[in-house]
């Protein structure tokens, strides 16, 4: 495996979802400012039934594809041809059952908006196969402007609309649109004409059904709480829940989702060493560790500050919720290392029957805090997602042999740096107690240098002690030279 590649890779992701979701982020702040929480309720429980759906049509063509030596035309053929079919049959199911869902949650608004976006999986079922080549060659360069160009058209007409529309419906044709744009702008990247086949579809059957499985098992798991929160609390109760649960989802879809691939690619290159496996994933763990443990304690410590400067004063009611759903972003992130570490081990059986286990006890729980507050609500949901991980640890462990001491001793450099930066952010707010944007800025300056500092010192003093810090050290040095280097060359990405 090429380490500049990887690294490359990994940076070209990386910066691709900042970019995406940085502009994601504007979107949502100036949204949340011409919007109502009842406008993303709506939209939160539409998408939920959207996406629940949707998840019928996910059989792992993508991961099937990655899994391949030598990719023919016949695979991708095939590959389009169930993912689109699947998915138009998606689309007609939403639009037959929206007034039974409309009427099962006693909302009536919801059966339009819902018929409407069965529109979105068969815009998405229409994405070129080929993308999933360019992942598995590391190949992200054309993948990367098609995902930021389809942002930031995503944007620009999500934001004049709801300026003029002044309604939910501003949030679904941005949706639409972008996976549209998403789909249509994949054969400009990569020209490839699609054909119906199903000549290789029992080959990618026999290999995606666990993925099938899994995606349907993953989903309910994640999305449990919205079910439940939209049967029993009001919909603008429900938006000011979806609002913390995307703010604090950041770190995982920023940092952990997108490198989700890469670790994939790493772990399948070493698949025969169980030792390297273990490196590789103590590696990842701990490096996602050092961005996700203090951007969950930032989130939960600034969170009052966050909601009403960044959203809008009627926001104020989703900061509690964001204190305890901060580290369910943490959780979720760690997580993916675990999971993409067993699909590249050819592991989805195993996976989906520890998404199974995992979604039942959850469900289970949650349908008994139901009546509860809607803070202890999402403490909760929170701790549920650290049971996940524990269980994803625990499995891991068993089939690869890690070094848990190291790996424990490998996180003490980030859990340090953290607690003193929360004590920073105490004593900041302590004395720049008032709920303004100009304190906001000041505490993330606070809390941003505290931690940077106190991480070098932890590094510092723990590197000689652990081989696996060291790497952790050389993988950050390396990354912010390369980007550095690809920032300030006259050559464009």
């Known amino acids: ?145 098609l995902m930021v160009v389809t942002k930031i058209v995503s944007f620009i007409v999500t934001i004049t609309l709801a300026y003029y529309l002044k309604s939910h419906w501003a949030l679904i044709y941005g949706t639409l649109l972008s996976y549209l744009a998403m789909s249509i702008g994949s054969y400009l990247v990569l020209p490839f004409i699609p054909k119906f086949s199903i000549t290789k579809i029992k080959k990618q059957w026999d290999f995606s059904k666990w993925i099938f499985l899994k995606g349907i098992a993953g989903y309910s ?40 691939t890469i670790i994939m690619t790493s772990v399948q290159k070493v698949q025969n060493s169980k030792e390297k496996v273990a490196a590789v994933i103590e590696n990842y763990v701990t490096i996602l560790s050092c961005i996700l443990i203090p951007s969950a304690v930032g989130l939960s410590m600034l969170s009052a500050e966050i909601a009403v400067n960044v959203l809008g004063k009627q926001w104020l009611p989703a900061a509690p919720l964001l204190v305890a759903l901060a580290y369910l972003g943490l959780a979720t992130g760690i997580t993916v290392v675990f999971s993409s570490a067993l699909s590249s081990l050819n592991q989805t059986k195993l996976i989906f029957k520890i998404d199974i286990v995992t979604t039942i006890i959850i469900i289970a729980i949650l349908l008994s805090s139901a009546n509860l507050a809607l803070a202890d609500f999402s403490w909760i949901r929170t701790f549920a997602e650290f049971f996940t991980l524990l269980v994803y640890l625990f499995v891991v462990n068993f089939l690869v042999e890690l070094k848990l001491r190291r790996l424990i001793f490998n996180l003490l450099p980030a859990i340090f740096a953290s607690s003193l930066m929360s004590a920073s952010l105490t004593i900041s707010l302590s004395i720049f107690s008032d709920v303004t944007i100009i304190n906001l800025i000041l505490h993330l300056m606070v809390g941003v240098l505290s931690y940077s500092i106190f991480l070098w010192l932890a590094l510092v003093r723990f590197s000689p002690r652990s081989e696996s810090i060291s790497l952790c050290k050389e993988h950050f040095e390396t990354t912010f030279k390369n980007l550095f280097e690809k920032l300030t060359s006259k050559k464009t990405l």
Not at 227 to 249: H, Q, R
Request: overall charge positive; hydrophobic content about 50%.
């Open 1 to 145: 495996m090429n380490k500049n590649n990887v690294l490359n890779s990994s940076i070209l992701m990386i910066s691709a979802s900042w970019l995406t979701k940085g502009l994601g982020l504007i979107s949502t702040i100036i949204l949340a400012r011409l919007l109502s929480p009842l406008d993303f309720g709506i939209v939160a429980i539409t998408m939920l039934i959207i996406y629940f759906f949707n998840v019928f049509a996910e059989t792992g063509t993508g991961q099937y594809l990655l899994s391949l030596d030598k990719v023919h035309d016949d695979d991708l053929h095939t590959a389009w041809t169930i993912n689109f079919v699947l998915k138009l049959l998606i689309g007609c199911c939403i639009v037959l059952a929206a007034p039974f869902i409309a009427s099962y949650f006693g909302k009536p608004l919801l059966k339009e908006t819902i018929i409407f976006s069965a529109l979105i999986p068969i815009a998405n079922g229409l994405e070129n196969p080929k993308l999933n080549i360019a992942k598995r060659d590391l190949n992200y360069s054309g993948i990367f402007k």
């Open 221 to 260: 798991r994640s999305r449990a709480d919205t079910f439940i929160l939209a049967k029993t609390f009001s919909t603008s109760e429900v938006g000011l829940f979806n609002m913390a649960k995307e703010f604090a989802m950041i770190p995982y879809e920023q940092v952990s989702l997108p490198i989700s």
